[in-house]
C-alpha cells in the first residue's frame, strides 16, 4: 500500500528503486479483497485492521509525512476523509502493527 503526494506521479520504476528492489508487483483483485476486504481503487490505509497476518507493507514517500493533513477515500469510492498525519503514523499504525517504510519518490520532471 503506497503514498505520495499529487507531485510525485506513480512509476513503478520509480518505486521499485527506492525500494531497493528490482521490481514491483501487486496483489491481484482476489487477494487484496481477501486481505483488506476492498475492491481495487478502494484501498486506504485502514485497510491494514483487515491484515492480521502482517502480509501488507504500507510504504509512505517521506513529502507525505510532512504534511499536515493525509487525505485519503473513505474506502467505498464514494467519499473523502482527512485525518491528522501525526495520528495515522503514530498511532493508527501502530495500532494496526504496520510499521511504515518510508521512500523518496521524484517529483515530476526530476530525473
Known sequence: MKSITADKPFKA??????????????????????ILG??????TVFGVLMDREN???VVFDKDVLLEEWYGCS???TTGYMKVKTELIVNKFLTY??????VIEMKKMGES
Open 96 to 101: 494496526a502493527k504496520h510499521i511504515p517504510k
Open 55 to 57: 502480509l501488507v507493507q
Open 38 to 43: 476492498v475492491k481495487i481503487g478502494a484501498a
Open 13 to 34: 520504476k520509480d518505486f521499485s528503486n527506492a525500494l531497493g528492489i528490482s521490481r514491483v508487483s501487486f496483489a491481484p483483485a482476489e487477494l487484496m479483497e481477501q
Open 74 to 76: 473513505d474506502g467505498m
